[in-house]
């Protein structure tokens, strides 16, 4: 079974930063793309950030030049750092793992952090 556990939500006032993490565990074959996704008050979950396990990254028009999606592989991490924050940006962040097992493909997810930006 494969977990995803992230950390390093919170409050934080505007202008501020966080720094969140998300570690993979279980019995794995490979880890593809990992990415981070939010689910704002009233409204549909989005792609935040991802990253392919060569490093190659793709970020939401919203947070581009704010935020930055880096992963280790030896660890099976990834992280997300944010700048700037607004509260807009307010939300539950997801991790989300393309994980290769030996039964088959699995698209694993995180049980979420709160991020809560105050103006």
């Known amino acids: 079974q494969v977990q995803l556990v992230e950390s390093g939500g919170g409050l934080v006032q505007a202008g501020g930063s966080l720094r969140l993490s998300c570690a993979a565990s279980?019995?794995?074959?490979?880890?593809?793309?990992m990415g981070w996704y939010r689910q704002g008050p009233g409204k549909q979950r989005e792609l935040v950030a991802a990253?392919?396990?060569?490093?190659?990254?793709n970020y939401a028009d919203s947070v581009k030049g704010r935020f930055t999606i880096s992963r280790a592989n030896a660890k099976n991490t990834v992280y997300l750092q944010m700048n700037t924050l607004k509260p807009e940006d307010t939300a539950v962040y997801y991790c989300?793992?393309?994980?290769?097992?030996?039964?088959?493909?699995?698209?694993?997810w995180g049980q979420g952090t709160l991020v809560t930006v105050s103006s």
């Open positions: 990253i392919t396990n060569g490093g190659i990254t």
């Open positions: 279980g019995i794995m074959f490979s880890i593809n793309d």
């Open positions: 989300n793992a393309a994980v290769r097992t030996f039964s088959g493909a699995l698209d694993a």
